[in-house]
């Protein structure tokens, strides 16, 4: 588990953390790379996880499916907005953010269900939850408290670790880099996975085209923001597969 991080500051958007979070991953990252065949799954819950995913698989060596970042939360807010909007209870509801943890994120409405059940949002309820989705962070980091965000993220990634544990079906949205899945090489963003103590294994989802070009929207700016901290690192962009 890598959770370290310099100290939130109040009305600071994950982004600004990078080149301080990067410094401290690059260390972690000259460790991990010292032990011959590390056997072990490395969970990213540090933020701009994308990033730090990205660099930390770069840094170490450590195959690609077994450097995850964790962006659940993503997730579980877009269920709570559209919980909202539609008048139940979040339980209730299934829906998925894939994308970059941030303000990149690619909220899926095309396969949100309630009960189990196929639901389409109407214009209006969509907006509701993506407003919901995008203002979460931003209202928790005015407030300035100097910690991470609520119980979701301590109860996400003991999960997640659960999850990679003991296996199993489960299905579930983790940052990591892709080789030409949703058209991305090289960059890390988050995408749905089955998760086991070998890692994570990507799911290919069929996604609507806008989802899909957002998609790569996401890795071109999670690799932008990569390079404007290490300018001369000549790192390969993320490539874009044809197709859909």
Request: aromatic share 6%.
């Amino acid at each position: 588990m890598f959770s370290a991080a310099v100290p939130p500051r109040k009305d600071s958007p994950r982004i600004e953390f990078l080149a301080e979070n990067l410094a401290i991953a690059r260390e972690t990252g000259a460790a991990l790379g010292a032990v011959p065949d590390w056997p072990g799954v490395l969970v990213v819950a540090s933020n701009p996880v994308d990033p730090l995913v990205t660099e930390l698989h770069r840094t170490t060596g450590i195959d690609r499916h077994r450097v995850l970042g964790y962006t659940v939360n993503d997730s579980v807010r877009l269920r709570y907005g559209i919980a909202e909007a539609l008048h139940v209870q979040p339980h209730r509801v299934e829906a998925w953010v894939l994308g970059e943890h941030g303000d990149h994120c690619v909220p899926l409405f095309h396969n949100v269900q309630v009960d189990g059940e196929p639901v389409e949002l109407n214009p209006a309820q969509r907006a509701s939850a993506q407003a919901y989705l995008h203002e979460w962070y931003p209202r928790w980091v005015r407030l300035g408290v100097p910690r991470t965000s609520t119980w979701t993220s301590g109860n996400g990634i003991a999960s997640m670790v659960r999850a990679i544990a003991t296996g199993g079906e489960n299905t579930w949205p983790t940052s990591m880099v892709l080789n030409g899945e949703y058209g991305i090489t090289g960059t890390a963003v988050g995408v749905p996975a089955r998760l086991d103590r070998d890692g994570a294994s990507v799911l290919q989802w069929q996604l609507p085209a806008d989802a899909w070009q957002r998609m790569r929207q996401a890795a071109d700016y999670v690799e932008d923001a990569l390079a404007r901290i290490s300018p001369a690192s000549g790192r390969q962009r993320p490539t874009s597969a044809a197709g859909h």
